[in-house]
């Protein structure tokens, strides 16, 4: 449970300004670690089968460590200015992730209206993370290899810089959100002397419908790469269900990605410790005539009133391996996973998840197993 905090500092600015009493902030955050065992096997150049183990902590697996501040000031007539400030870290190292950002999982400021909805401008997840992949799979975007990011590469909590993204309230169940990034990655640039553009261009759109026991998404995103480098596009649609039947609740979803990838597992592609068998799929990557099918099945069932069991299975299919040749082999993920509330705030969790097929290399296999503690504050 999240608890609003209104320091002494705070107070004393929002008093110069007059608005304490319509302004507020939250302090909130996750701190998730734990300890696994990853072992990566394949087969190399030469034919020798070759592989590596991890053994050891474990950062961010049920939810990616954070801490932020979100506040709000009330403008009158329902509207509110709004900003939310979210800093990403490993607890193993106390080190920024994100590559190194303060707040690199989310960086917004914007206006919310009871009547129109919401607008935000800055750092921010994709609508198909938003969106599709809690319906998709139980896992959602986290628990490490078990993410949905395995197979439908723009849910995978892809975050995009530069973004102004807009959402509607929800009428009679119904969302619809899009977002525009004028540089994907960094800083934007100004056109070069031949008038290019160097800058990554994203869009991001969906759908999504929720009543009772039934949620519904559907989504489309478009990653341009910059004019430089030829102005591939990338593109991804996917659609997804889930129903509640309170003794378990099913997920199903399918989809396509064409000409890139848009958010690598890092927990697959740490398949880099093999050498020449390691990755060749990163995010924000383009590969020109890549076709990829995905899809994945899903349940979770509770145990008692605190704890929960969760199961899915995810391929990413390759039809066409592209101009970088990728490969044609399908990639497939196994992934069991237990939950347990110690309090409203503490959990305890495990993780079992075997990938075969990895990057679509059909000798490279993955096994994950993690066990660890998660604290919201």
Request: net charge positive; hydrophobic share 35%; proline share 2%.
């Amino acid at each position: 449970m999240k608890k609003s905090l209104l320091t002494a500092a705070l107070v004393a600015g929002f008093a110069a300004t007059g608005a304490q009493a319509e302004t507020s902030v939250t302090l909130y955050g996750i701190v998730d670690g734990g300890v696994q065992f990853q072992k990566f096997k394949g087969t190399d150049a030469a034919g020798n089968s070759v592989s590596r183990d991890y053994v050891g902590a474990a950062s961010g697996v049920n939810s990616g460590n954070r801490w932020g501040l979100k506040g709000s000031e009330d403008l009158g007539n329902g509207l509110k200015a709004v900003f939310t400030l979210e800093s990403g870290f490993n607890i193993g190292t106390g080190q920024s992730e994100q590559g190194g950002r303060l707040f690199g999982r989310q960086a917004t400021v914007g206006l919310q209206s009871d009547s129109w909805g919401l607008i935000e401008i800055g750092r921010q997840t994709n609508i198909a993370s938003k969106y599709f992949a809690g319906v998709a799979t139980p896992f959602g975007t986290d628990f490490g290899q078990a993410a949905v990011g395995s197979a439908f590469s723009a849910a995978g909590a892809q975050r995009y810089d530069n973004m102004a993204m807009y959402q509607t309230p929800k009428f009679a169940g119904f969302q619809f959100g899009v977002g525009y990034s004028f540089n994907a990655n960094g800083p934007q640039s100004a056109d070069n002397a031949n008038g290019d553009n160097p800058n990554t261009r994203a869009w991001t759109t969906g759908l999504r419908y929720g009543n009772g026991p039934l949620e519904a998404a559907l989504t489309y995103d478009s990653l341009k790469d910059n004019d430089i480098n030829g102005g591939v596009r990338a593109s991804a649609w996917a659609l997804a269900l889930s129903y509640d039947f309170e003794v378990v609740k099913l997920h199903a979803a399918g989809g396509q990605t064409r000409n890139g990838w848009f958010s690598a597992n890092s927990n697959l592609n740490n398949s880099g410790a093999l050498g020449g068998v390691g990755p060749r799929i990163a995010t924000n990557s383009f590969n020109d005539n890549l076709k990829v099918n995905s899809y994945t099945l899903g349940l979770s069932a509770p145990i008692g009133t605190s704890s929960k069991i969760m199961a899915s299975w995810m391929m990413a299919d390759p039809s066409n391996g592209g101009v970088n040749n990728w490969g044609n082999d399908k990639q497939n993920v196994y992934s069991v996973g237990y939950t347990y509330s110690l309090s409203k705030r503490t959990n305890v969790y495990a993780l079992a998840s075997y990938a075969n097929g990895v990057n679509f290399q059909d000798d490279v296999k993955a096994t994950q197993v993690v066990a660890g503690v998660r604290h919201r504050f």
